[in-house]
């Protein structure tokens, strides 16, 4: 065994001791503190950091292999919802043709930048720079790409004014989404919503997505409002607290749309001409 060693060495000695001198100089050039070596090694690190920054560009083939199976993946996942959500509409017009309902009303909406904020009091409210020049009326529904905002309140020919979900004067008629349980949402001051009106025997849980529904002459069924944080019952009462965490981040709005919704005149009179 030493002897088939032996020859190995003798047979590759010369590469053995360029490696060995590789070791030693690069071992010399890292100890040795010389004002000339010191200058060696630091071009020699320049010179590999420019290198490693010039060749950054290039990406990793195994990381693109991962990334292009993982948005493959996704695009196939999304195409199917799409699919899926493309035969709902269409299996719910055939629906809706067979039932003679009426079909809801597709909405338009005008952009907005919020340029003005009152989250101080208990009645907060955002200022918009569109106004009746850009067909916004008060009562029109104010969302954003995560929710709804609020509505409209009051108008200019260049701004208008918004009451925010964050106000206690505001009212929306809600609904929990996975399981229809109806009811209203109102703030009372706290960091959440609070959505009333729900009896103890309800199936209502943490997670759940809570949406406008159909009962509001102001607001258009099916508008994100936000996600049940917690529930808890109330004692001597039927209803039960149920906190509803905003999809909207109110501290961060910047840009909203405007729902070109008109509420119903007739059904407002009507309902108003009803209530005791």
């Known amino acids: ?25 690069i071992a010399l050039l890292t100890f040795n503190e010389n ?6 090694r630091s071009v020699a690190v320049a010179s590999v950091g420019f290198l490693q920054d010039a060749l950054s560009f290039i990406p990793n083939y195994f990381d693109l292999r991962r990334e292009n199976k993982v948005l493959r993946e996704l695009n196939l996942t999304l195409a199917d919802e799409v699919s899926r959500l493309r035969e709902g509409r269409l ?5 809706r043709q067979l039932l ?9 909406y ?8 009152n989250l101080q009091l208990l009645r907060n409210t955002i200022t918009l720079d569109v106004g009746e020049q850009d ?29 925010i979900l964050l106000n206690r004067e505001l009212r929306v008629s809600a609904k929990v989404q996975r399981s229809r349980v109806d009811g209203i949402i109102r703030w009372d001051g706290g960091p959440s919503l609070s959505l009333q009106n729900v009896v103890k025997t309800m199936d209502v849980k943490e997670g759940d997505h809570v949406i406008t529904s159909d009962y ?8 994100v409002i936000g996600t049940v944080s917690s529930t808890h019952e109330n004692p001597g009462t039927l209803f039960e607290e149920v906190e509803v965490m905003p999809a909207v981040d109110f501290t961060r709005l910047e840009e909203v749309f405007v ?18």
């Open 91 to 95: 299996e719910n017009i055939r629906l």
């Open 259 to 276: 729902i070109t919704h008109i509420a119903d005149s007739s059904r407002v009179d009507l309902e108003q001409h009803l209530q005791p």
């Open 110 to 117: 005008v952009s907005a930048n919020v340029v003005g904020k």
């Open 216 to 223: 509001s002459s102001v607001f258009p069924p099916g508008l």
């Open 1 to 25: 065994m030493y002897k088939r060693l032996f020859e190995i060495v003798q047979l590759f000695k010369e590469y053995f001791l360029l490696a060995l001198f590789l070791v030693a100089s």
């Open 135 to 163: 067909s916004v009326a008060p009562n029109m529904p104010i969302v954003s790409e995560s929710g709804l905002v609020g509505k409209i309140i009051a108008t200019s020919d260049r701004y208008s004014i918004g009451q």
């Open 35 to 40: 004002q000339q070596i010191r200058a060696i």
């Open 100 to 108: 003679a309902l009426k079909e809801r009303g597709v909405y338009t």
